[in-house]
Each structure stands twice: as C-alpha cells, then as structure tokens.
C-alpha cells in the first residue's frame, strides 16, 4: 500500500524545527529575523545586516531545494517492501523482465538453429536490473554548472557593491580626527582645532583612564588611523567594522581612513582587535556621541581655558562642566560607562579589590 505524506503533518513538522531552531541558539525575534547579524548604529551597519539578511536567505533557498530533492528521492524512491522480498527494484522490474524476455528469445533461437542458446554474461544481466541511467545528459550537465556561476556572480556583485559603499569617502568630511594607537591605549586628536596653549584638542589614555573619542551624531566622521609601534586594530563594536591600525601607513600601501556616520547618541565600547602584547586585552576605549549641538558645546569648552585650573578643558572636565549645566548624566558622563581600565597593580592580595 501507497503511503502517502500528508501536507498538514509536513507543515507541522516543519514549524517544529524552526521553533527549536530559534530556542536552542537563543535568538530573539528580532535578531533572528536577520539571522544574528547585530543592530548597529552606523548606515553602514546597516547595508552590511541587509547584505548579510540576503545572503543568508539565498543559501536557505539553495538548501531547501536540495533538501526537498533528497527527501522526495527518499520518500517515493526507497525500495519497497514487495521488491525486498523479490531481491528486485521497482525501478528495474522492467529492465529485469526485458533482460528475461532477451534470455528466452535467445534460447528459442539457439533451440531453432539446433544449437544451445549462450543467454545473457552477468554484466548485461546487472545492466539490465539498473533503472535508467542519466549520463551523457547534456542539458542537466549545462544546468548544475550554470546554475551556481550564476549564483557566485550575484553574490560577488553585491559584496563588491556593499563594500566599496561601506569604504567610500567623501572629499571633505565634517569632522576629522587622527586616531593613533600605542602600546597599549589610544590616542585621539581633533584636526582644525586649537586650545589655548596652540595645540590641536586631544585626548590620550592612560592606566587609570579609558580615553573618551566624542563625535557627533548626524555627521560624516573620518578616522584617520595609525599606530606608533606594532599592528593594533581599530574596532567599534557597535559600528560591525574595524580596521587594522598600521605603523606608517602610507609608506606601507594601508588604507588608513574610515569614514562613518552615527545615527544615535549614546556611549559604545572600542576595543583593539590584533593581538599586540601582554596588555592587548586592557586596550579599550570608549565613543561617546552626541547630538550636534552637545558635541558644538563640548568642543567649545575644550578650545577655552577651564578657570578652575587655567589650563584648557580636559575631555573630562568638559564633559563634568556639561553635566553640571543638564546635559544627561550618562551621556555627559566624565568618565567611561561602556569599560574599565585595567588594574595594573601586582601587589594586591587579589586581581579584583
């Protein structure tokens, strides 16, 4: 008896595994709908999740016909019980009585010509019991290779098109700051700006101190990125994307700017991402953007002199000073919110005092 694969129960079936699925990687709703890939907070976080969403729907549809090819070969092409039984396929059944049909002609004609009919060798009687064979197929051939350089081509054109959009750079951005990374903290100094003393605005971290990179939201940053020593990595973890931080960039052929635009404002943790030393792991800092008009006010203060110590206004102090007059205290925050500085002191009892 035919058995036959209901609809309703394949349905069933299917949801089944796509609830355990979500369960077991614990995705929620909204990250498995883009198949893990992170909400970011730039435009390109963006086009990377929707080219990353694509991709990944492209493979599912790819899998689900090879997938639904093999179950169908499974389920309506298994040998069935009757031809277990007859040591036969049904698939061959009609191969196998030709081959019969071949052997008795043979022999009546042997039995015609008074002589003892040979019948078929072994091999054409296993020829025979074969199902039909499919070589030499010309159009199936051209299909199962045209297919998938098709397939490749698509995909390589959208990664070339999302990369060189992520890349791109414009002539003039509206704000330009050299990051410059060292063993083992992060340097950040703020082009076309002058504090009192005649130096460009800068911010530098120390042991104690996670170094503050402010920038405004709503605006085209550019990250011009280099190292002093070793290969560090600049890496938001809230933009998808780093960079390698390269000693002499330009002698060396290095693509040393980023260019990007913050949607939203708020503090997201930086980190280094190429192993450079013992303290590679303690070298975080942190962005804190800002709507334009906060980060216009920061960048006042930090070109004026702070009267409480006659020196310009440190990031900190700035960013206190803002506190003070309503800025929100965890965007205005003086100090990292993301991270922590790493404890260098050996002589304690313990790692955590």
Known sequence: MKRVVRPARAAKVAALVALVAITATGCDVPSGLYFGWPEGITEDAHQMRTFWTWVVIAALCVGAIVWGLI???????RKKRADKRDGTSSSGASGAETATTATSAAMDTGSADGSEGDGPTPSESVAASLPRQFQYNQPLEIFCVAVPVVMVLVLFFFTVMTGQKVTAKEADADLDVDVVAFQWNWEFDYKDTETPDGENVSTVGTSNRIPLLV???DRKVAYHLRSTDVIHSFWVVDFNFKRDVMPYPRKNNQEDVYQTTIEEPGAFVGRCAEY??????????????????KFDRYMELRTTTDPDTGTAYTA????????????????????????????TDRTGDSAIE
């Open 316 to 343: 900190a102090a700035a960013l206190e000073r803002m506190q003070a007059d309503g800025c929100d205290d965890e965007l205005c925050a003086p100090e990292a919110v993301t991270t922590h500085p790493f404890a």
């Open 215 to 217: 920038v405004p939201t």
């Open 71 to 77: 179950l169908w070969s499974v389920v309506f092409h």
């Open 276 to 293: 450079c030393g013992t303290y590679h792991s303690a070298m975080n800092f942190e962005v804190r953007a800002l709507p334009p008009e």
